[in-house]
C-alpha cells in the first residue's frame, strides 16, 4: 500500500475516534491508536500530531508502551457494552441477534478488562 493510502485511511480513522467523542456507542481511542499505527506508515508529521494531542496522546503512548488501558477507559467500554445489550433486550431483538452481540461483545469486554492499566 503507498503512502498516501495509509495517511487517508489514517484520517479516516480520526474522524471515526472523533465521531466517538459524541457518540457513546462508537469507542474513540482504539480508532486513535488505529490513526497513530496508520500515520506510522504514512505520515510521520500526522502522528507526532497525534502522539502529542493533550487527550488522545497519553492513551495511545499507554498502550505502544505497555497494551496499558486506563481503569476510567475500562469501566467506560464495559458499561457501554452492557447497557448496549441491555437495550436491545429492552427492544426485543431476536435471540439470534442477542447471542451474536453477546458472542461478539464478551471477549471484547474481557479483552479490555484484562489488560494493564
Request: with cysteine; glycine share 8%.
Amino acid at each position: 500500500m503507498g503512502r498516501h493510502l495509509f495517511l487517508v485511511l489514517g484520517w479516516l480513522s480520526v474522524g471515526l475516534g472523533m465521531i466517538g467523542v459524541v457518540l457513546p456507542v462508537l469507542p474513540t481511542v482504539p480508532f486513535m491508536i488505529l490513526a497513530a499505527f496508520l500515520f506510522a506508515k504514512g505520515s510521520p508529521r500526522a502522528r507526532d500530531w497525534l502522539l502529542n494531542h493533550a487527550h488522545f496522546g497519553p492513551h495511545i503512548r499507554d498502550w505502544e508502551a505497555r497494551g496499558a488501558i486506563s481503569r476510567r477507559a475500562k469501566i467506560a467500554a464495559a458499561v457501554t457494552m452492557a447497557g448496549v445489550f441491555l437495550l436491545s433486550v429492552l427492544m426485543g431483538l431476536r435471540p439470534m441477534l442477542l447471542a451474536i452481540q453477546a458472542a461478539c461483545m464478551i471477549p471484547a469486554a474481557i479483552f479490555v478488562l484484562t489488560r494493564p492499566e
